[in-house]
């Protein structure tokens, strides 16, 4: 009995010495003392073992006693065994900086640094702009009559866009840009989503591209000449790198700029002989400059710098001789603007490579830097837009759409999907703001954009997939009645540009958080390098405690012992404690899956894939408990706010498992399994009860509905289009009144009150007016909400020959 409670007094106190990461000294002196007792009062071969325990702790922990013999011989294998780091790589990892992602490596995050920043609002003249400008450009447009009839904006739309500085948001005060903050940039871009030509067209020169590479490299002259014609519209920039043989692996490209002697504007200068070939270049058949990447050699090295410089940016006007600019590519859903170029001996001065000469070869490092902020908010805000945009048409349709004498939204069928649509809104509202509000404080999170890029994305499909469903054929029928059907063909397209989702998941997320925020890898990787044997000894013996106190606290918090401190409050603090578990479990797996694989984990993308859904979904966790702690709360938000953190849990927790089931080293996923899920899964989907709450929620007029709508386009009073959204709102305010005199008519028909031919309900009120069961108020009333719902389900039809193209080769199939 004894040895029993010796040996747990060991255990706990080696527990405790790990969970806190005490170090090598506070074991050595648990073991001794537990030791002692036992040799005392209890077994010697207890005793022994732990007095061994202490010595081989004190001989590998102590830096003193291992740095003669034990850390000599690991950094011997540890150079061999270190995965290379290409250059294209180390571009990345030096890119950009790591923040909240980094905490949740460390597999004890330190919430205050989650809390630190308080999201604040937008400045007066961004709200303003949002109000005035947005909800005016955002009324004039109907996706029908852009996709389909015009295939472009109306004219009226561009120019306002160009007036009123929508091209021109990232662009400084001084050049005349709006010099709009992140969170503003992000709102705009999602209250825009509704229609999909009309946010790409205005996210775009916004987004990575000839501003912003302006902005940050462009030398003085450019920056003068350029920035004030970007930000009043009379230049349109596209950026072109892509092309036929380099798609998602941009650094391969084959455009050749050729450094020689050219002449231009009738002198003989040293300037780069262009050849290209690029597609899928947006805003390209109307763009007046195009930023190009190209492969810089100098064959003769006329610069003296070399032969191959490498890959180069260059800002290059449309009207420059050689330019093949203006044909279109029709991209799926919306065709926005979007098309190839091609260049063939196009000769440009020096002076046109963006910063100059002395940039000459920096292309890529310029792109990379950039891109952090611009994926963060470009496509994350449109999925976030289009997110809410269908929770609000989907509560709405579902709830005025009655089959069964009883409205869609209340079948659960349906309400399973109306509850995935709202939580996935509510998760990417609140991580495009906060993550937005982290760029605004000076971060430029480059794990957390591609994060934001794949699931953001991956949410907006799965939500418009979900929308389309239960608009039934409403949805399906194209035409200018239809609010949904253009955005769900388009969603591909944000899947696959900037970073295509499926390679983001399984190379990118995972694979550059492993280096770049793990707190030591990257410290070793350096020592490495510098071959400094003293650096690596901190850095691998820190690692090596920080393993074992990931061990110790992914075990304990599994089990329920010593929960984690969270500052949140009681509806929240379950979900930041599960997330403190998670966060220690994955800094175990993502260790244990750089050690076992070493460099083969570049090329097992699904074991990097399960990882990367791991960290996604905790990202994702906190920036929903961060908006829940610091926004103001709506009666029933605390239901979508704990269904949305239920569902992440679940699937961090469905990612561990199958990470575990797949690792290739069972023994080790063996031992993982134990320490991580001791007690098997904890997390299952969100509760049936759950389900029903928050899918009424969106489909009735609550405060969480006009939430999650807060920054759509709500009213109707502008502009030339429809809004779905405002009749759907004024619909739902009066349902409640509709529902009980629809039941009251339905009640009356099945009792054979009324004739048993007033099949339509229009006839039913007229009937249920004649026989008093209806008051004249009550009969005005349905007539005309019943009016309105109609109006709302009609679709659209068109002449015979509308669709066809060929008019020639249409047939007659009803000739006689
Ligand atoms: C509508 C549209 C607009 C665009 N706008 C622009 C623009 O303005 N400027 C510009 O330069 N480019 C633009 N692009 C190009 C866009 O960025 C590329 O399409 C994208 O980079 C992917 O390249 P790809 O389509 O050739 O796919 P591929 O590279 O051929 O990839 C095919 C599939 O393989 C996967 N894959 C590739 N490599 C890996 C890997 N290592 N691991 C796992 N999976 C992998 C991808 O995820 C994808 O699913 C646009 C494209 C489209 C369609």
Not at 101 to 115: C, I, R, S
Request: charged share 20%.
């Amino acid at each position: 009995m004894t040895t029993l409670i010796i040996t747990i007094l060991a255990i706990t106190g080696l527990l405790f010495v790990m969970r806190r990461e005490l170090g090598a000294l506070a074991a050595i002196i648990v073991m001794t003392i537990t030791g002692l007792l036992a040799w005392m009062i209890a077994s010697k071969v207890l005793a022994i073992l732990l007095f061994a325990g202490a010595a081989v702790t004190a001989a590998c922990g102590l830096s003193i006693l291992r740095s003669q013999w034990l850390t000599p011989a690991i950094f011997k294998i540890f150079k061999k065994v270190a995965p290379k780091v290409s250059q294209t790589e180390q571009v990345a990892l030096d890119a950009g900086t790591v923040g909240w992602d980094g905490e949740l490596f460390t597999g004890k995050p330190n919430w205050y640094k989650l809390l630190d920043n308080p999201c604040s609002g937008l400045s007066d003249t961004e709200q303003a702009f949002l109000d005035k400008q947005c909800t005016e450009v955002v009324s004039r447009c109907n996706a029908w009559n852009i996709a389909v009839e015009r295939a472009d904006l109306p004219k009226d739309v561009w120019d306002y866009l160009k007036k009123e500085g929508f091209l021109g948001m990232i662009i400084p005060k001084e050049y005349g840009g709006l010099n709009f903050s992140a969170k503003a940039q992000s709102a705009v871009l999602q209250k825009l989503a509704v229609n999909e030509s009309l946010m790409v067209s205005v996210g775009v020169p916004n987004s990575l591209g000839p501003g912003e590479l302006l902005l940050k490299y462009g030398t003085q002259e450019q920056k003068d000449h350029y920035l004030p014609r970007l930000a009043d519209g009379r230049d349109v920039p596209c950026f072109g790198l892509t092309g036929p043989r380099a798609g998602s692996d941009a650094t391969s490209i084959p455009d050749t700029g050729i450094v020689c002697k050219g002449e231009f504007d009738g002198k003989e200068i040293i300037g780069i002989k262009l050849n290209f070939e690029k597609r899928w270049i947006t805003l390209a058949p109307i763009a007046t400059v195009v930023g190009l990447a190209f492969r810089m050699f100098d064959p003769d090295n006329l610069l003296g710098k070399g032969q191959d410089r490498g890959i180069t940016c260059a800002l290059i006007p449309r009207d420059t001789k050689g330019m093949e600019i203006g044909r279109r590519h029709c991209p799926i859903g919306s065709p926005f603007m979007n098309g190839p170029i091609k260049g063939k001996d196009v000769f440009i001065p020096l002076d046109y490579i963006i910063g100059g000469e002395q940039m000459a070869g920096e292309g890529w490092r310029m792109l990379v830097e950039c891109l952090s902020v611009g994926r963060c908010i470009t496509l994350p805000s449109s999925a976030a837009g289009t997110s809410a945009f269908a929770a609000g048409v989907s509560g709405g349709f579902t709830r005025i759409r009655r089959q069964f004498n009883t409205p869609v939204a209340d079948m659960e069928g349906v309400q399973e999907a109306l509850a995935r649509i709202a939580s996935q809104s509510y998760i990417a509202q609140a991580a495009v703001n906060q993550t937005a509000n982290m760029i605004d404080q000076g971060e430029k999170p480059a794990v957390p954009s591609a994060i934001l890029k794949y699931h953001l994305t991956e949410m907006s499909r799965s939500t418009l997939t979900d929308a389309m469903d239960v608009h039934g054929g409403k949805a399906v029928t194209l035409g200018p009645r239809n609010y949904l059907g253009i955005s769900y063909s388009g969603s591909p397209v944000s899947i696959t540009v900037e970073g295509a989702n499926i390679m983001t998941r399984s190379l990118m997320i995972f694979g550059q958080g492993a280096i770049r925020c793990h707190p030591y890898v990257l410290k070793e990787l350096d020592a490495k390098n510098a071959d400094d044997i003293k650096t690596f000894d901190k850095a691998f013996f820190s690692h090596l405690g920080l393993i074992f106190g990931n061990a110790a606290r992914s075990l304990t918090l599994a089990l329920g012992i010593g929960k984690a401190a969270v500052p949140f409050d009681s509806a929240a603090k379950p979900y930041a404690q599960a997330l403190a578990r998670f966060s220690a479990a994955f800094g175990l797996c993502a260790d244990a899956a750089m050690t076992t694989l070493g460099s083969e984990l570049k090329m097992r993308e699904l074991i990097s894939a399960r990882l990367g859904d791991i960290l996604s979904n905790m990202y994702l966790a906190s920036m929903v408990l961060k908006h829940w702690h610091e926004s103001d709360k709506v009666e029933g938000e605390q239901a979508l706010m704990e269904y949305s953190l239920n569902l992440l849990m679940y699937r961090a927790e469905n990612a561990l498992d199958e990470f575990l089931q797949n690792l290739p080293n069972r023994s080790v996923a063996n031992t993982l399994r134990v320490l991580t899920m001791p007690l098997g899964r904890r997390w299952d989907k969100p509760h049936d009860d759950a389900t029903r709450t928050i899918a009424r929620a969106i489909s009735t007029d609550t405060p969480v509905r006009s939430k999650l709508l807060a920054n759509l386009w709500t009213s109707d009073s502008e502009g030339t289009a429809e809004n779905p959204i405002a009749r759907y709102n004024a619909l739902l305010k009066d349902y409640d009144k509709a529902e009980t005199l629809y039941r009251k008519v339905t009640k009356a028909y099945n009792k054979g009150e009324l004739p048993m031919e007033a099949l339509h309900p229009e006839q039913r009120f007229e009937e249920a007016l004649s026989a008093g069961i209806y008051t004249k108020e009550e009969a005005d009333f349905m007539r005309q909400y019943e009016s309105s719902v109609l109006d709302m389900l009609t679709v659209d039809d068109f002449p015979f020959d509308a669709f066809a193209h060929a008019k020639d080769a249409l047939i007659n199939h009803n000739a006689a």
